[in-house]
């Protein structure tokens, strides 16, 4: 069976820091695409960061410079380091395995079936 939470979500002021943490079981973590996403009502939900198997990174633009994401095969888990963050950074973000690829050059956005449940971040200005 599938598990994956996140946590580290939590309430912050403008240009500060938040470190968010997904642990996995389940499945086969180190052939998997991992990603966080983000979601705020009304909103669809958007991809934000993803790590490939091998490493590679990929973040959507409003990110870039901000955001670090990173994986641990042998822990199964993914780590997503947010500096700076604004009050638009605010939503549920949520971790998500997928594949194979990461997007944007070797998968989809679309591409990611296992999910957790999310963890909340608010960012006040």
């Known amino acids: 069976q599938v598990h994956i939470v996140e946590s580290g979500g939590g309430s912050v002021q403008a240009g500060g820091s938040l470190s968010l943490s997904c642990a996995t079981s389940?499945?086969?973590?180190?052939?998997?695409?991992m990603a966080w996403f983000r979601q705020t009502p009304g909103k669809e939900r958007e991809g934000v960061a993803a790590?490939?198997?091998?490493?590679?990174?990929a973040y959507v633009d409003s990110v870039k410079g901000r955001f670090t994401i990173s994986r641990d095969n042998a822990k199964t888990s993914v780590s997503l380091q947010m500096n700076s963050l604004k009050s638009e950074d605010t939503a549920m973000y949520y971790c998500?395995?997928?594949?194979?690829?990461?997007?944007?050059?070797?998968?989809?956005?679309?591409?990611?079936?296992?999910w957790g449940e999310g963890t909340q971040v608010t960012v006040s200005s």
């Open positions: 389940g499945f086969a973590f180190s052939t998997y695409c």
């Open positions: 998500a395995a997928g594949g194979p690829g990461c997007p944007p050059y070797g998968g989809s956005w679309d591409d990611f079936n296992y």
């Open positions: 790590v490939d198997s091998d490493g590679s990174t």
